[in-house]
């Protein structure tokens, strides 16, 4: 008597034969495990979501973030500042244009600066305040420039 397979493909329902993926709880051929949107062979890694497996890149591309700074979807590492997701690389001083290492950032009028470029900023904006302080003193009339607090 022949023995019955009873290993079916998820998709077709017929033997799974030699070969077989089991993701999702379920048996596969090779070929019928595949991408919910792009409907290519998943031969690596993926994700899973409302029941339907996908590929890293359109998983990525559905559900991730996108990037604040070049708006690309994110997929690897990002960051998580101002409320918004980086690249590493993306998150960058507002002075200086480089990146702000591991993400660690000081801001000014709600701008990110990294250490030298913050002080630099303070100290301009203050030398900008006094010069303001001290046009508004010349500019005021007589009786209130003798005014001393």
């Not at 048996?27 to 409907?39: A, V």
């Not at 890694?45 to 690309?72: I, L, R, S």
């Not at 600066?113 to 001290?134: F, I």
Request: aromatic share 10%.
């Amino acid at each position: 008597m022949a023995s019955v397979d009873r290993r079916l493909c998820a998709l077709c329902n017929s033997s799974i034969g030699d070969e077989a993926v089991v993701a999702m709880n379920r048996l596969w051929h090779p070929d019928h495990f595949c991408c919910h949107q792009c409907k290519r062979p998943i031969k690596q890694t993926f994700q899973a979501a409302e029941n339907n497996a996908y590929c890293v890149q359109c998983f990525a591309q559905k559900y991730n973030p996108k990037c604040a700074g070049c708006m690309t979807t994110l997929i690897d590492t990002c960051l998580l500042a101002l409320d918004r997701h980086w690249h590493p690389a993306c998150f960058t001083c507002t002075a200086c244009s480089r990146p702000l290492p591991n993400g660690e950032y000081y801001l000014v009028d709600e701008k990110p600066y990294d250490l030298d470029c913050h002080w630099a900023k303070r100290l301009e904006k203050r030398e900008y305040m006094e010069r303001e302080g001290n046009n508004q003193l010349q500019q005021a009339p007589a009786t209130q420039q003798r005014q001393r607090y």
